[in-house]
C-alpha cells in the first residue's frame, strides 16, 4: 500500500459546496495513481469561517477549491490563501466577472441561486424518473432508452443509470441473471446504445459477500468466486453478441463510469451517422 500523504481539496462554499465537489471529482478522475482527501467547509459566512479554512490547511499538501459568490469574500479568501502560501482555484469568480463585462449585466449575487425551471430542468426528472421505471430490466423501456446498460449484479447499474437521468440521458439498465433468459427485444434495438459492464471477479465477490452480510443472511452461492466467473464469463459471450463496448467498473466511480458511456454512444452513433451518409 502506498505511504504517499494524500493531497487534500478543501471544498469551500457559501451553500452547500455541491458545484465545486462535482468539479473535484472530475479532479481526481486525472490523477488515478494519487491519494486523496477531500475536506468540505459548507455555509462559509464570514471572513472567520475562512481563515479558519486556511489555516486548516497552511503547511499542508493542500488546495483550496472554492465557490464563493460575494466579492468580498472573493478577495479575502486569495489574500487569506497567498499570505499562507496554500494553493487556491477561485471557481466563480473569473467567470461572474467575465460574464458581466461582455453581457454589460450585473451577477445576482445570491449563494445557493438555482437555475429556472426550465426545459433541461424538466427533462432530468423525467430521466430520472424513467431510470427508476426501467430499473433491473423491469417493463422494458428499450426503445424508449437513450442508454441500455447491460451486466451482471452488482456493476453499479441502478446508480450509473440514476446518474445518467440527472445528466439528462434517459437510461435503462438490462440485468445478466443465470437461468433467466435476456428479454429478445434487447438484440432487436439499435445497438450503438447498449453499454456492457463488467468488474474483476475477486472484487465482485467481496461486494456480493458484504451485501450479503449487511442483509444479516447466510454465504450464498451468489457471493461463491466460482459463481461470480461463471457469471461474468456467461455476461461476456452476451457482450459479443450484441457487438456492444464493454467498461470494466471496478476501479472507477459513478460519476466516471458516466462520463465514459456518454462518449461511447455519442462516438458510436456518430460513426452510425457517417457510415450511413
Given at each position: 500500500m502506498s505511504d504517499q500523504v494524500p493531497v487534500e481539496l478543501h471544498i469551500l462554499s457559501d451553500s452547500t459546496g455541491e458545484t465545486a465537489a462535482r468539479l473535484v471529482l472530475a479532479l481526481e478522475a486525472q490523477f488515478p495513481d494519487l491519494p486523496f482527501e477531500e475536506v468540505r467547509h459548507p455555509r462559509v459566512e464570514s471572513i472567520e469561517d475562512l481563515a479558519l479554512a486556511v489555516a486548516r490547511a497552511r503547511g499542508r499538501p493542500a488546495v483550496m477549491v472554492y465557490t464563493l459568490v460575494e466579492p468580498g469574500l472573493r478577495e479575502e479568501m486569495r489574500r487569506l490563501c497567498r499570505r499562507s502560501r496554500v494553493h487556491y482555484c477561485d471557481l466563480l469568480g473569473h467567470p461572474i466577472d467575465s460574464i458581466s463585462r461582455v453581457a454589460g449585466v450585473a451577477a445576482r449575487m445570491e449563494p445557493g441561486a438555482r437555475a429556472p425551471l426550465d426545459q433541461t430542468y424538466f427533462k432530468r426528472i423525467e430521466a430520472i424518473e424513467f431510470a427508476v421505471r426501467y430499473d433491473d430490466g423491469i417493463g422494458g423501456g428499450l426503445d424508449e432508452a437513450d442508454i441500455v446498460l447491460v451486466g451482471v449484479s452488482r456493476t453499479s447499474k441502478t446508480p450509473l443509470s440514476i446518474y445518467l437521468g440527472y445528466l439528462g440521458h434517459k437510461a435503462a439498465n438490462v440485468p445478466v441473471v443465470r437461468g433467466v433468459e435476456l428479454p429478445q427485444h434487447l438484440f432487436e434495438i439499435d445497438r450503438a446504445k447498449i453499454v456492457g459492464l463488467t468488474i474483476d471477479a475477486e472484487r465482485l465477490a467481496e461486494i456480493r459477500e458484504e451485501r450479503v452480510r449487511s442483509m444479516g443472511g447466510p454465504r450464498r452461492r451468489y457471493a461463491d468466486l466460482e459463481v461470480v466467473f461463471e457469471?461474468?464469463?456467461?455476461?461476456?459471450?452476451?457482450h459479443r453478441r450484441l457487438r456492444c463496448p464493454v467498461i470494466d467498473v471496478s476501479e472507477l466511480s459513478v460519476e466516471e463510469t458516466a462520463m465514459r458511456i456518454i462518449r461511447l454512444v455519442v462516438e458510436r452513433h456518430r460513426?452510425?451517422?457517417?457510415?450511413k451518409a
Open positions: 457469471e461474468l464469463e456467461a455476461a461476456s459471450r452476451i460513426r452510425r451517422d457517417t457510415a
